[in-house]
T-cell receptor
Framework: NAGVTQTPKFQVLKTGQSMTLQCAQD?????MSWYRQDPGMGLRLIHY???????DQGEVPNGYNVSRSTTEDFPLRLLSAAPSQTSVYFC????????????FGAGTRLSVL | AQTVTQSQPEMSVQEAETVTLSCTYDTSESDYYLFWYKQPPSRQMILVIR??????QNATENRFSVNFQKAAKSFSLKISDSQLGDAAMYFC????????????FGKGTLLTVNP
């Protein structure tokens, strides 16, 4: 009964380093999304995917890349980390039959020094 | 663009009492959904309740109910018989019908439950 799994849970990077936040879901959901949560800002959409091979930008896409080669996985890549990317990152999945309900992973807390 | 506003950054309630969290939204669409998510200190986002815009009946889930006023674009959450475990950040969210990949969130209301 895994649902949406995010790894790692915590990460510290230095400015300029790259890394990939992993997200996997086992519910066969076609839709997957990445959000970031900053203090006092709620959650904001970074990128999303409506199916394998199809991705698009959300509200705050700059500095992030995504790809979706399988239904299950939707990794988020930071090519050159910046302190402004210090945040908590959430992955979510949904399905047409789920009526807009998004199921969230436990989040990744990222600090960029 | 759709916006969601939660005007109460913090609220507090006594255990066993009732509290209402406010949310307003702005949209020109007719097909949409509204949600309340709870985020306890564990950081996990937990769905509390969901409302379909085309349904006039207010959604309820045990001690949680909403007051959905479509014309006023208002969507408040009522928590009855508050419990210590209800202490959390609560987010109101809007989802456009057919856009399962995107929710627009308010900034949240931090609820404290006093014993």
């Amino acid at each position: 009964n895994a649902g949406v799994t995010q790894t790692p849970k915590f990460q510290v990077l230095k400015t300029g380093q790259s890394m990939t936040l992993q997200c996997a879901q086992d519910m066969n959901h076609e839709y997957m999304s990445w959000y970031r949560q900053d203090p006092g800002m709620g959650l904001r959409l970074i990128h999303y995917s409506v199916g394998a091979g199809i991705t698009d930008q959300g509200e705050v896409p700059n500095g992030y890349n995504v790809s979706r080669s399988t239904t299950e996985d939707f990794p988020l890549r930071l090519l050159s980390a910046a302190p402004s990317q210090t945040s908590v990152y959430f992955c979510a999945s949904s399905a047409t039959i789920a009526k807009n309900i998004q199921y969230f992973g436990a989040g990744t807390r990222l600090s960029v020094l | 663009a759709q916006t969601v506003t939660q005007s109460q950054p913090e609220m507090s309630v006594q255990e066993a009492e009732t509290v209402t969290l406010s949310c307003t939204y702005d949209t020109s669409e007719s097909d949409y959904y509204l949600f309340w998510y709870k985020q306890p200190p564990s950081r996990q986002m937990i769905l509390v309740i969901r409302q379909e815009a085309y349904k006039q009946q207010n959604a309820t889930e045990n001690r949680f109910s909403v007051n959905f006023q479509k014309a006023a674009k208002s969507f408040s959450l009522k928590i009855s018989d508050s419990q210590l475990g209800d202490a959390a950040m609560y987010f109101c969210a809007y989802g456009l019908g057919g856009s399962n990949y995107k929710l627009t969130f308010g900034k949240g209301t931090l609820l404290t439950v006093n014993p």
